[in-house]
C-alpha cells in the first residue's frame, strides 16, 4: 500500500510561484504513474498532469500547460509540481495520486488508485 502525503501548498499572489511536493511511502514508488489533480469549491475534479515512472514522459492538461511542471525523483520517492504565472482561477485543493499504467501515453483519469490528502492553494488577484 502506498501512501502519498501532498506539501507546499499556501497562499501566494497571482504572478507568483509555488512549488508542491507529494511525498510517497511503500514499496515499488519507480514503478507507478503519477499524476497531479486539483478541485475547485463547487466545480469537478479537474486532471492537470501526469508523468511515467522514469520522468521521461510527461502530459499537462491545457489549462496549465507552459505554467506547471512535473517531476519526480524515484530515489527520495518524491513527486513535484512546480507551478509558475500563477491565476485566481488556479486556487484549490491540489491532489497527486498514483497507480499501475502501462498503455499509450498519456493516461488518462483511470489509474490512480492512491491519492494524497491534497494540499490547498490560493492565488490572490
Known amino acids: 500500500q502506498v501512501q502519498l502525503v501532498e506539501s507546499g501548498g499556501g497562499l501566494v499572489q497571482a504572478g507568483g510561484s509555488l512549488r508542491l511536493s507529494c511525498a510517497a511511502s511503500?514499496?515499488?514508488?519507480?514503478?507507478?504513474?503519477m499524476g497531479w489533480f486539483r478541485q475547485a469549491p463547487g466545480k469537478e475534479r479537474e486532471y492537470i498532469g501526469a508523468i511515467n515512472w522514469n520522468g521521461g514522459r510527461t502530459y499537462y492538461a491545457d489549462s496549465v500547460k507552459g505554467r506547471f511542471t512535473i517531476s519526480r525523483d524515484n530515489v527520495k520517492n518524491m513527486v513535484y509540481l512546480q507551478m509558475n504565472s500563477l491565476k485566481s482561477e488556479d486556487t484549490a485543493v491540489y491532489y497527486c495520486?498514483?497507480?499501475?499504467?502501462?498503455?499509450?501515453?498519456?493516461?488518462?483519469?483511470?489509474?490512480?488508485?492512491?491519492w494524497g490528502q491534497g494540499t490547498q492553494v490560493t492565488v490572490s488577484s
Open positions: 511503500g514499496r515499488a514508488f519507480g514503478s507507478y504513474v
Open positions: 495520486a498514483g497507480g499501475r499504467y502501462g498503455g499509450d501515453w498519456p493516461p488518462g483519469a483511470y489509474p490512480y488508485s492512491f
